[in-house]
């Protein structure tokens, strides 16, 4: 399974971007997608996740309301839709595929993922 992620780039606080992330390879619309973000020394922390069905999301609270995750299991796509950007959500942003299929916990932590993307910056300016 390989992630590419996409979308990023740099944006006055305030405005929108949209991430991409595509699967390729032996892909399977069972897994919960998550995102992820990192800045320098820090570890990759949950954004969001979206389960196999698309009918139920996760959010970190500084995500809530602000950015929206879906899928299109038909194009085997994830995206985040990211409005109202602050400057804190600078950083690396990393798609992921959940270990287990159909999972319905264990979503926020690193090791609940398996296939990772490459990642794609975000920077918000202020």
């Known amino acids: 399974v390989q992630l590419q992620a996409s979308g990023g780039g740099l944006v006055q606080a305030g405005g929108s971007l949209r991430l991409s992330c595509a699967a390729s390879?032996?892909?399977?619309?069972?897994?919960?997608m998550g995102w992820f973000r990192q800045t320098p020394g820090k570890e990759r922390e949950f954004v969001a996740a979206?389960?196999?069905?698309?009918?139920?999301?996760y959010y970190d609270d500084s995500a809530k309301g602000r950015f929206t995750i879906s899928r299109d299991n038909t194009k085997n796509t994830v995206s985040l839709q990211m409005n109202s950007l602050k400057p804190e959500d600078t950083g690396v942003y990393y798609c992921a595929r959940n270990r287990r299929p159909y999972s319905t916990g264990g979503y926020i932590t690193i090791g609940d993922y398996d296939y990772w993307g490459q990642g794609t910056e975000v920077t918000v300016s202020s």
């Open positions: 390879g032996r892909t399977s619309s069972a897994y919960v």
């Open positions: 979206i389960n196999w069905s698309g009918a139920q999301t």
